[in-house]
């Protein structure tokens, strides 16, 4: 009888030990998933990061422009090419030095550490109200596959007109 006893014995242990193995890899690939899932939120986080940098900065730039400055002039579009209302970023992806701003015309061509984003911006005039300037800025991301990038991020200012020249 202990002969026949120890048999069974021995053999659920070699089924627990499947059942354990088989719990550890179901385990292992959930956490495998989510790790390739944080990896891809990362640099989604870190491309918009950088979009709201440079939406930030352009509106910080013409801010700092006289009321009367013809860079205020009304015009641009956030779809078309307007040669005067956008421009192309490229952003060291390493430490995020600006390594060339305020490029006009095509695009230049990134390097393999170089994020590019174009910025193009409308500055409309007596919007939303009389004696108000509006300023939408919108950042699109140019390098990079379509999940990285995510969204293009866009801003808008409202900014008051010169007293007595008006806009």
């Not at 390594?99 to 695009?107: H, L």
């Amino acid at each position: 009888m202990s002969i026949r006893k120890k048999r069974t014995q021995t053999g659920f242990a070699l089924i627990e030990v499947i059942l354990a193995i088989g719990i550890l890899a179901v385990g292992l690939l959930g956490l495998a998933a989510l790790m390739a899932q944080l990896t891809g939120n990362t640099t989604q986080s870190r491309y918009l990061g950088t979009e709201v940098m440079l939406a930030s900065e352009k509106l910080e730039d013409l801010n700092q422009l006289s009321t009367n400055d013809a860079s205020l002039a009304p015009g641009g579009s956030l779809t078309a090419d307007n040669a005067t209302y956008f421009d192309f970023v490229q952003v060291s992806s390493d430490n995020g030095i600006v390594k060339d701003q305020a490029i006009t015309g095509a695009p230049p061509a990134p390097t393999t550490d170089m994020l590019v984003f174009e910025r193009r911006w409308v500055i409309e005039s007596d919007t939303p109200t009389p004696r108000v300037r509006r300023i939408t800025v919108i950042v699109i991301p140019q390098t990079g596959t379509a999940v990285e990038r995510g969204a293009t991020f866009q801003t808008t200012m409202v900014r008051p007109c010169d007293p007595v020249n008006g806009c």
